[in-house]
């Protein structure tokens, strides 16, 4: 399919639910691409996978209930990221290992209250891999809230993210609240997941999460750049992602990452001071 056919589909009424799903690929890659910056940038890759399980039990429940899956996962999400963020104030354990222990439970129930729903199966893998194309058209604008209200979070504590991103001591030292600040950014980080599993699902979303913005990391040093860069890479990726699996059948999930995937790789190989092409070179 010609990319000038897959424009006249986003634009065939017959066909409503392919520019909701771009819409909505797009507006979730956003929100991680600038979101993931800070995850890359403090090492915090296994957050993501992590926050990903965390919202499990939420999504379950809201489907036994017929509730909204984005208000579902989005407080069950906070909720254990406040329970890790309390648990990581105590130094004899590691950020980390709260991580493990908090959201692989969280999955764990997740898993138990999914299983008790009717066509339990069939569910589960809507869950795990995405149903982009199923999505009804009230979360369309909730995505859409939810994306502004992230990067106004975003801009407003910009400068204390960063703070406590590059050194969390000093940052300390300088009487920010690490505390809430990291109970902010674990809220920030489970609202882009929540929009991102409706895209790529629960196994793949930390793709769209860490892969764009480490891809914008080997293209600039520079913060700024490297936040304006990422959720353009994102962004783009999921476009182009859409239009493959339009075109060739293919899983919608599965094909965004491969293209993410494709992209990093690209920069890893020619980026213009960090490529490996140039080191080679030099």
Same mark, same amino acid.
């Not at 138990?112 to 869950?127: E, N």
């Not at 965004?256 to 960090?274: D, E, N």
């Given at each position: 399919?010609?990319?000038?056919?897959?424009?006249?589909?986003? *634009?065939?009424?017959?066909? /409503?639910?392919?520019? &909701?799903?771009?819409?909505?690929?797009?507006?979730?890659?956003?929100?991680?691409?600038?979101? @993931?910056?800070?995850?890359?940038?403090? @090492?915090?890759?296994?957050? %993501?996978?992590?926050?990903?399980?965390?919202?499990?039990? %939420?999504?379950?429940?809201?489907?036994?209930?017929? !509730?909204?899956?984005? +208000?579902? @996962?989005?407080? =069950?999400? $906070?909720?254990? /990221?406040?329970?890790?963020?309390?648990?990581?104030?105590?130094?004899?354990? &590691?950020?980390?290992?709260?991580?493990?222990?908090?959201?692989? /439970?969280?999955?764990?129930?997740?898993?138990?209250?999914?299983?008790?729903?009717?066509?339990?199966? !069939?569910?589960?893998?809507?869950?795990?891999?995405?149903?982009?194309?199923?999505?009804?058209?009230?979360?369309?604008?909730?995505? %859409?809230?939810?994306?502004?209200? $992230?990067?106004?979070?975003?801009?407003?504590?910009? &400068?204390?993210?960063?703070?406590? *991103?590059?050194?969390?001591?000093?940052?300390?030292?300088? @009487?920010?609240?690490?505390?809430?600040?990291?109970?902010?950014?674990? $809220? +920030?980080?489970?609202?882009?997941? $929540?929009?991102?599993?409706?895209?790529?699902?629960?196994?793949?979303?930390? #793709? +769209?999460?860490?892969?764009? =913005?480490?891809?914008?990391?080997?293209?600039?040093?520079?913060?700024?750049?490297?936040?304006?860069?990422?959720?353009?890479?994102?962004?783009?990726? =999921?476009?182009?992602?859409?239009?493959?699996?339009?075109?060739?059948?293919?899983?919608?999930?599965?094909?965004?990452?491969?293209?993410?995937? %494709?992209?990093?790789?690209?920069?890893?190989?020619? #980026?213009?001071?960090? !490529?490996?092409?140039?080191?080679? =070179?030099?």
């Amino acid at each position: 399919m010609s990319p000038w056919q897959f424009l006249a589909d986003l *634009t065939n009424p017959d066909l /409503a639910f392919l520019p &909701k799903a771009l819409t909505i690929a797009v507006l979730s890659a956003i929100m991680c691409g600038v979101v @993931g910056c800070y995850v890359v940038l403090r @090492g915090m890759a296994f957050i %993501g996978d992590a926050v990903a399980h965390a919202v499990f039990p %939420g999504l379950a429940i809201a489907f036994l209930f017929s !509730g909204s899956l984005v +208000l579902g @996962g989005t407080i =069950a999400g $906070v909720v254990t /990221a406040l329970l890790v963020t309390v648990f990581a104030q105590n130094r004899r354990l &590691k950020e980390d290992s709260v991580i493990g222990i908090f959201f692989v /439970a969280a999955f764990a129930l997740g898993i138990v209250i999914i299983s008790r729903a009717p066509g339990y199966a !069939g569910s589960l893998q809507q869950f795990l891999f995405g149903s982009i194309t199923g999505i009804p058209d009230r979360d369309l604008y909730v995505v %859409g809230g939810t994306t502004i209200a $992230v990067l106004l979070a975003v801009f407003l504590l910009h &400068k204390e993210f960063v703070a406590v *991103t590059l050194d969390r001591e000093m940052a300390r030292a300088l @009487g920010l609240r690490t505390f809430w600040l990291d109970l902010m950014l674990y $809220v +920030l980080v489970t609202l882009a997941v $929540v929009m991102a599993v409706q895209t790529i699902g629960n196994i793949l979303v930390l #793709a +769209l999460l860490i892969t764009p =913005a480490a891809t914008a990391r080997l293209l600039t040093d520079r913060l700024a750049v490297m936040m304006a860069l990422a959720p353009a890479i994102g962004a783009g990726c =999921a476009l182009i992602g859409l239009y493959l699996s339009w075109s060739w059948d293919l899983p919608v999930g599965g094909t965004i990452v491969l293209t993410l995937t %494709g992209a990093f790789l690209v920069a890893h190989l020619a #980026a213009p001071r960090h !490529g490996l092409i140039v080191r080679l =070179a030099a």
